[in-house]
């Protein structure tokens, strides 16, 4: 009988790359995509964290430099 398997997860470090590119976003260029290179909103196990991602690279490539919008997603 075959068995599932179950992507691995790391809650924590989710979160804590989401908390990170939100403090540092517009503040260091490019950070974003470095990231992007390495991390996309699929990559994620828990669906909202790659929502946030997505909106973020939405955001940056549409231009916008103000930060306040990031945060009102």
């Known amino acids: 009988m075959p068995t599932e398997r179950i992507i691995p997860a790391d809650m924590d ?4 790359l989401i908390g ?3 403090l540092a ?5 490019g950070l974003l995509a470095k ?3 390495i ?3 699929g990559s994620f196990y828990r669906e909202r964290h790659g929502w946030i ?8 490539e ?4 103000d930060d306040s919008e990031i945060r009102s997603i």
């Open 13 to 16: 470090a989710e979160e804590s």
């Open 20 to 22: 990170a590119l939100l």
């Open 25 to 29: 976003c517009p503040h260091e260029e």
């Open 35 to 37: 990231i992007r290179g």
């Open 39 to 41: 991390v996309q909103p």
């Open 53 to 60: 991602l997505a909106a973020m690279i939405h955001i940056a």
């Open 62 to 65: 549409k231009g916008c430099g």
